[in-house]
């Protein structure tokens, strides 16, 4: 298995313009999670989808951020406008929803905003 | 509200000897789960070990293994024979079964020398 895809890695934008990060869970998988990590906050769940549905978006900081998941093979996550305060990694995590349902991580987004 | 705890911001160990990585956690919720991940420098967050709340036995994975005192509401990592390659921040996160969250630590940074 490809393990969660994300892209992309990096990404450097000027403050104003909107980021769109991508994620492609593991196949089968049937719970989404978008977690950001920074220094001064540690890792934060921004929100998370079940069947494509979006359970939980308490974590989102503001209505700057919006995330979707039109199937089960895909969700994005966008800033618009973007602001130096979301510069941070962007995880994407799956997971089957079982007893354990231990969640599989993408290698991260890497946002800068200058 | 459910929390975690890492007071060990950072550990030493000689390469070969065992060390153990301290986490509590709290909730009001009978049934959770309990999960340790490994990001090393390269910013992946690698899944290590799972241990549910009614488990009768210690979760081993390995040369990991979780020594889980409920009572005193702690999962500590016990790594034995360490290696320089488990060089890395390790958090601990929990996960109430009703919901697919998961709550992380602050984490620890676990340096091996030779």
């Known amino acids: 298995d490809a393990g969660v895809i994300q892209s992309p890695r990096h990404e450097v934008t000027e403050m104003g313009q909107e980021v769109t990060l991508r994620c492609k869970p593991i196949?089968?998988?049937?719970?989404l999670f978008w977690y950001r990590q920074t220094m001064m906050r540690g890792l934060e769940l921004l929100i998370y989808?079940?069947?494509?549905?979006?359970?939980?978006d308490s974590g989102m900081p503001e209505d700057r951020f919006s995330a979707k998941m039109p199937n089960a093979s895909f969700s994005t996550l966008k800033i618009q406008p973007s602001e130096p305060r979301d510069s941070a990694v962007y995880f994407c995590?799956?997971?089957?929803?079982?007893?354990?349902?231990?969640?599989?991580f993408g290698p991260g987004t890497r946002l800068t905003v200058t | 509200a459910q929390k975690i705890t890492q007071t060990q911001p950072g550990m030493f160990v000689q390469e070969k000897e065992a060390v153990t990585l301290d986490c509590t956690y709290d909730?009001?919720?009978?049934?959770?789960?309990l999960f340790w991940y490994k990001q090393p420098s390269s910013g992946e967050m690698i899944f290590l070990i799972y241990?549910?709340?009614?488990?009768?036995q210690n979760a081993t994975e390995g040369r990991y293994s979780l020594n889980f005192q409920k009572a005193r509401k702690s999962a500590n990592l016990v790594i034995s024979a360490s290696q320089l390659g488990d060089s890395a921040m390790y958090f601990c996160?929990?996960?109430?079964?009703?919901?697919?969250?998961?709550?992380f630590g602050t984490g620890t940074r676990l340096q091996v020398f030779p």
């Open positions: 996160a929990m996960r109430e079964v009703n919901t697919d969250k998961l709550i």
């Open positions: 909730t009001s919720d009978p049934s959770y789960g």
């Open positions: 995590a799956s997971s089957l929803r079982t007893v354990e349902g231990e969640q599989y």
């Open positions: 989808f079940n069947n494509n549905v979006p359970i939980d």
């Open positions: 196949s089968g998988h049937n719970s």
């Open positions: 241990q549910g709340s009614y488990d009768q």
